[in-house]
C-alpha cells in the first residue's frame, strides 16, 4: 500500500515535499513555461491549509546544461499562485535551510535551493545509502514527514527521492497519487484498449509498443510521428530519401529490425499510417503511402488527413485510449495538423490518458483539452507504461 496524504496529520508538523518543478527557461532565466508548478499547487495548498510548515524541495536542469538554475523564480510564482506565503531559500541543506525551515510558521513554505546544485543530487543511489547522504541526513531532523510529489522525477534514484523514505514517514503527494492510480493499474482501464506511440524516441516508443502488445495490455498500436516512419519502412514501404536518412542520423536504424519482428508477431494488431505528409518547398504536401517513395529532399513531417480520419475511428470505438508522443513535426504549423486531429479524437473516446514532455507542449501550443488524465511525466510516465516499476514510488510501499 502506498499511504497518501489522507493517512497524513499534518497541522503543526514540518513536512519536506519533493515536486518537480523543472520548466523551460527563457532567455533572461525567467520561466517561460508555469505547467508543472500548477499541477503541484493542489498538493502543497492541501498540507498548507492543513497546518503545515513545508520545506519545498525541487531540481531544475541539469549540471552543464543551458537551464540548470537557481529557483527563485520558481518560488515567486509559487507564492503568487498560493494563498499561503511561499519564501526562498539559497541553500538547500545548509544551516541557513536548516534556520529558515525551523523558522517556519503553520501555513508557511519555503522552497529550498535546487537539489542538484549538490553533487550527490545527480547521482543514483540505493534508498538505503541514499538516506546516508548529507542532503537527507542534515534536513531529516528539521521535519516530521516526507511526502513525494515529483511523478515526472519518479524513475531516478536519487537522493532527494528515494533518501527520505528510509528515515521518515513518508507519502504520496496528489499529483503522485493520481499518476499511480491511472498509470499504475492500465491492466484495469476498459478494453478495447487503444495505444497510439508517436514522436522521435523511437527506442522508447517501440519499447512500450512491444510491452504493451506482450503482456496483452494493447488491442491496438496506431502509429505516427517518426515512429511511424520507422514501422512503415519495416514494412517495405520506400519513404524517400530524407526521411531515410533521417532515422539514419538519428540513431534509429536498428529499430527498424525491432519494428518488423513486432509486424511479424502482432501485424494485426499494428496499424501504420495511410498517408504522411512532406515538406515540399516549405509547404505540407499529402501524400498516399501506395504514391511513394517522396522525392529525395521531401521528408515525411506528419501523418496526412486520411490516417487522421483512420485513427480517430479506431480511437472512437475504445474503451481506452493512451497517447505518448506528437504524431509531427507540431513546431511548425503546417505539420502540426496530424497531431491536432489525432489528439482531438483521442479526447472523444471514453478514457483517454496521454503523457510526455513534448508531448504535453503540443497540448498547450495547439490548446487541446479533454483528456481523462494527462500525465505530468515523461521518462517516467513511459517507464510505467512499460510495467517498469520506479525506485521513488516502490520506497513509498509500505
Ligand atoms: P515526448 O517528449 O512527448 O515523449 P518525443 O520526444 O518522443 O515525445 O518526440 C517529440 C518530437 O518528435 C517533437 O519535437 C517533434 O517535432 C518530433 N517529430 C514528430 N514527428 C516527426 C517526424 N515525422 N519527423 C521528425 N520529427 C518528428
Ligand atoms: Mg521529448
Not at 519502412?233 to 527498424?256: M, N, R, T
Not at 502482432?266 to 515540399?280: C, F, N, S, T
Not at 495538423?337 to 498547450?364: E, F, H, M, P
Request: one cysteine or more; glycine letters at 10%.
Amino acid at each position: 500500500m502506498i499511504p497518501t496524504l489522507d493517512d497524513l496529520s499534518v497541522d503543526g508538523t514540518t513536512i519536506g515535499v519533493r515536486v518537480d518543478v523543472n520548466s523551460p527557461l527563457a532567455d533572461d532565466g525567467s520561466l517561460a513555461d508555469d505547467a508543472r508548478i500548477l499541477a503541484h499547487v493542489d498538493t502543497l495548498s492541501e498540507l498548507l491549509s492543513r497546518g503545515g510548515r513545508v520545506a519545498i524541495l525541487a531540481h531544475q536542469g541539469r549540471p552543464g546544461g543551458s537551464s540548470f538554475s537557481g529557483l527563485s523564480p520558481h518560488a515567486d510564482r509559487l507564492d503568487e499562485l498560493l494563498d499561503f506565503p511561499v519564501s526562498y531559500c539559497d541553500g538547500n541543506f545548509s544551516k541557513e535551510a536548516r534556520d529558515a525551515i525551523g523558522a517556519l510558521e503553520n501555513g508557511e513554505a519555503v522552497l529550498l535551493e535546487n537539489t542538484r546544485f549538490y553533487s550527490e543530487e545527480y547521482m543514483e543511489f540505493d534508498p538505503e545509502v541514499a538516506g546516508q547522504t548529507a542532503l537527507v541526513d542534515r534536513l531529516v531532523p528539521v521535519l516530521d514527514a516526507y511526502v513525494n510529489d515529483a511523478f515526472a522525477a519518479a524513475h531516478r534514484s536519487q537522493p532527494s527521492l528515494v533518501g527520505f523514505p528510509t528515515r521518515l514517514p513518508a507519502y504520496a503527494g496528489r499529483v503522485m497519487e493520481r499518476e499511480i492510480d491511472v498509470l499504475g493499474d492500465i491492466e484495469s482501464a476498459p478494453t478495447p484498449r487503444v495505444y497510439a506511440v508517436g514522436g522521435a524516441k523511437v527506442n522508447d516508443s517501440i519499447d512500450v509498443a512491444e510491452s504493451v502488445l506482450e503482456r496483452g495490455l494493447a488491442d491496438t498500436v496506431l502509429t505516427t510521428g517518426v515512429v511511424g516512419n520507422v514501422f512503415l519502412i519495416a514494412k517495405g514501404v520506400e519513404l524517400g530519401k530524407a526521411s531515410s536518412e533521417f532515422i539514419l542520423d538519428e540513431g534509429y536504424w536498428d529499430e527498424v529490425d525491432r519494428a518488423g519482428r513486432l509486424l511479424d508477431a502482432y501485424g494485426d494488431k499494428i496499424i501504420l499510417p495511410r498517408d504522411v505528409a512532406v515538406e515540399r518547398n516549405g509547404e505540407r504536401a499529402e501524400i498516399p503511402i501506395a504514391d511513394l517513395p517522396a522525392a529525395p529532399d521531401e521528408p515525411a513531417l506528419d501523418i496526412g488527413s486520411r490516417t487522421v480520419d483512420l485513427y480517430g475511428d479506431i480511437m472512437a470505438n475504445a474503451g481506452t485510449v493512451i497517447l505518448n508522443g506528437p504524431a509531427g513535426v507540431f513546431e511548425m504549423e503546417q505539420f502540426a495538423v496530424g497531431t491536432k486531429g489525432l489528439y482531438n479524437a483521442a479526447t472523444k473516446a471514453k478514457n483517454s490518458i496521454v503523457g510526455g514532455g513534448d508531448t504535453a507542449a503540443a497540448l498547450r501550443r495547439l490548446g487541446i483539452e479533454g483528456f481523462t488524465h494527462v500525465s505530468t511525466g515523461g521518462g517516467a510516465a513511459l517507464k510505467m507504461l512499460t510495467g517498469e516499476s520506479l525506485p521513488a514510488i516502490e520506497v513509498l510501499r509500505t
